[in-house]
């Protein structure tokens, strides 16, 4: 386990990153529209989604901090096909370009022209953006921080020239008088919200990418996500590592624990929060009982509209610009998880299919040819991380055969192989975040195997 962090403002970023993707339509429309008709009594509701959204991202990030796995790689291991499951999932709800859309609508509001022609121009330039960045996380962690600065600048402005007094002494309601306002607006719309605050789906698993491309814990020595084009890809295998929980290492990982859970508490849940009750805030002040309004993109027009004719055309036009960038660095965002959870599941793919070919097992490989006794230990791979500490490879196979000799280097030939089928993971590794707590590993730190072939281990 690498030393504790120790400089945290160096290390703060994956989660401005899930504030700064999930601040979208849930924080500029849907929050800001239900204040509009109750209120600020369902803000409460943001806080609950977003707590339970913390617990669920420190889970994801518990994962990789010990092993430098990704999550979906980790769910891989119980069933080979549940990367696929969770990408298949995460397209499929990101799949139409709303959130370029709307942004290419505000801007619209601004400058005028064709909304579809400026929103293929967006999802152009976040393709370039994605593909032409040579370290990925680098670039979406500054579009991010930009966006999160500019929408503090809105926070301060606003709170200057658009919400009067009134409205400030109403704040206190969202503690005092929380109510679940469903005859009003339906259920449907109130769930929604509370699925809409912070993240959710995909972007929460892909929490664990982005800490491992900052170099939490483990994920230091694994390499991160680079352009194919300008950046300098590492020759280094994308499976993670198990530590040798000695006092020492265990220490280190309390120490990135705490820290992890403090990064994500003051960034990603105070953020959102403070946000969602901004943008409720400033939709309360302006068009609270104002008929007619409709909970898309058009109240975003009608609100910029209210705030032009009370506080000057100005802060119309800056209300809608800032909206329009902060909805184009989310679907950068977007678009950047969605594509991180598919080459997941194509490298965790391409790395069990080339154990297999080695093996003996794979395609190409007749497996009536196999050696006498069935699979043979696999070769330890050596390599030196840090502190002169020398890490061994987990042997893939072991002989199906009970009566096949040990290796005769002596070394542990690893977990067997039931004949026509590759066993790839260890088991004394298989939970690889709850027993090197529970259950001290006496081996020295040693890597993941790939994933397993066929069905559970």
């Not at 000695?246 to 220490?251: C, K, V």
């Not at 036009?317 to 998880?337: C, E, P, Q, S």
């Amino acid at each position: 386990m690498p030393e504790g962090p120790r400089a945290y403002r160096r290390l703060i970023g994956p989660g401005i990153i899930a504030a700064g993707v999930g601040l979208a339509s849930g924080e500029f429309i849907l929050y800001p529209y239900i204040a509009s008709q109750v209120g600020l009594v369902f803000v409460w509701a943001a806080m609950v989604g977003l707590v339970t959204q913390f617990f669920l991202n420190m889970e994801i990030e518990r994962y990789t901090l010990a092993t430098g796995e990704t999550a979906l790689t980790g769910f891989s291991r119980y069933w080979r096909h549940w990367g696929l499951v969770f990408a298949l999932l995460t397209y499929f709800a990101n799949l139409w370009p709303g959130w370029a859309t709307s942004s290419a609508t505000l801007v619209t509001y601004v400058f005028g022209g064709d909304s579809s022609l400026i929103a293929i121009g967006m999802l152009v330039a976040i393709g370039l953006i994605l593909t032409l960045a040579p370290v990925v996380y680098v670039a979406l962690e500054r579009a991010q921080m930009l966006k999160v600065a500019a929408v503090i600048l809105l926070f301060v402005v606003g709170a200057i020239f658009a919400i009067g007094a009134e409205a400030w002494a109403d704040v206190p309601e969202v503690i005092t008088r929380p109510h679940i306002p469903a005859a009003e607006l339906g259920f449907a719309l109130l769930l929604g919200a509370l699925a809409f605050a912070g993240g959710g789906g995909g972007q929460n698993l892909v929490q664990a990418n982005w800490i491992r491309d900052k170099g939490f814990g483990m994920g230091t020595y694994v390499p991160r996500l680079v352009s194919p084009i300008t950046g300098q890809p590492e020759a280094a295998p994308s499976t993670g590592y198990i530590f040798e929980p000695t006092s020492e290492n265990l220490s280190r990982w309390r120490a990135w624990w705490k820290f992890a859970n403090i990064e994500q508490l003051s960034t990603f849940v105070l953020i959102t929060f403070f946000t969602i009750l901004f943008t409720s805030l400033l939709a309360f002040a302006t068009v609270f009982g104002r008929p007619d309004l409709a909970s898309d993109i058009s109240f975003i027009q009608t609100e910029g509209e209210v705030l032009g004719e009370r506080v000057g055309s100005w802060f119309q036009y800056f209300f809608w610009g800032i909206g329009a960038f902060a909805l184009f660095a989310a679907a950068l965002g977007i678009v950047d998880y969605t594509s991180r959870l598919a080459a997941d599941v194509l490298r965790a793919g391409s790395e069990r299919e080339q154990a297999l070919r080695e093996s003996g097992v794979g395609p190409g490989h007749d497996r009536d040819h196999r050696p006498a006794g069935g699979l043979r230990p696999a070769d330890r791979a050596p390599g030196d991380l840090s502190g002169g500490r020398r890490l061994h490879d987990v042997p893939l196979f072991r002989a199906a055969d009970p009566d096949q000799p040990e290796d005769p280097a002596g070394a542990d030939p690893g977990p067997r192989a039931s004949p026509g089928c590759a066993r790839l993971v260890d088991p004394a590794v298989r939970h690889p975040v709850g027993n090197y707590l529970r259950h001290p590993d006496p081996d020295t730190l040693r890597r993941l195997s790939p994933i397993p072939s066929h069905g559970r281990h």
